[in-house]
């Protein structure tokens, strides 16, 4: 089966300018999550839908980050406008379900890197 | 809050030797603790751990999890240079499916 992809694999933006991330999960995955992983930390959840709902977004920085999964498959983040605490990687992951009783983890894509100058 | 430490953060070894990396953590109404390997970008998984005293293993990788004390380990015997990566452990609650990330073990291993 394909992987998750995203896309693009690299940015380099300036501060304050925008970017946006693409992503397109495992076919038939409903659930997608957004995960930021800053150099020499672990990933941190950005946004998690299931299906083209939002189900947590609690740790979204929703002054400049927006994240969209319309019609339940592919989903973009933005950030805008981008600040220098910004560069970091940008994983996107995917799961069959989400909610309580799943019982597996999820597969992630290859990321985005981000450098913000 | 739910919380995951890794020790250590960062270990340098040599070919053939064997490693133990460690996960504690605190979580409310814990579900399951996952470990990813994370060579380049995409953490790639290894397993998911749900019940306390059960070994899973996959060649030279195993790991184990006990939920009295609540951490976990993953050992690989044999190390080869192939094996240097980020080691992620992850574990997830019953009130939803996402899972809180711990910072990550980084190993490297020489020729």
């Known amino acids: 089966e394909a992987g998750v992809a995203q896309s693009p694999r690299y940015k380099i933006i300036e501060k304050r300018q925008s970017v946006a991330f693409w992503c397109n999960p495992i076919?038939?995955?409903?659930?997608l999550y957004w995960y930021q992983q800053i150099l020499g930390q672990g990933p941190k959840l950005l946004i998690q839908?299931?299906?083209?709902?939002?189900?947590?977004d609690s740790q979204l920085p929703k002054d400049r980050f927006s994240a969209e999964r319309l019609k339940g498959v592919d989903s973009t983040l933005k950030i805008q406008p981008a600040k220098l605490e910004d560069s970091a990687v940008y994983l996107c992951?995917?799961?069959?379900?989400?909610?309580?009783?799943?019982?597996?983890?999820?597969?992630f894509g290859s990321g985005t890197r981000l450098t913000v100058v | 809050e739910d919380k995951v430490v890794q020790s250590p953060l960062s270990l340098v070894v040599h070919e053939g030797d064997t490693v133990t990396l460690n996960c504690s953590y605190e979580?409310?109404?814990?579900?399951?603790l996952l470990w990813y390997k994370q060579e380049k970008k995409a953490p790639t998984f290894l397993f998911m751990l749900?019940?306390?005293?059960i070994e899973k293993k996959s060649g030279r990788l195993s790991s184990i999890l006990d939920k009295k004390e609540l951490f976990s380990i993953l050992n690989i015997t044999a190390t080869q240079t192939g094996d240097s990566a980020i080691y992620l452990c992850?574990?997830?609650?019953?009130?939803?499916?996402?899972?809180?990330f711990g910072p990550g073990t980084r190993l490297s291993v020489l020729p």
């Open positions: 992951a995917s799961s069959l379900v989400g909610g309580q009783g799943a019982n597996y983890g999820y597969t």
């Open positions: 076919s038939g995955h409903a659930t």
């Open positions: 839908f299931q299906n083209n709902g939002v189900v947590d």
């Open positions: 979580v409310t109404n814990f579900r399951s």
């Open positions: 749900t019940s306390s005293g």
């Open positions: 992850a574990v997830g609650n019953n009130y939803g499916q996402n899972f809180v």
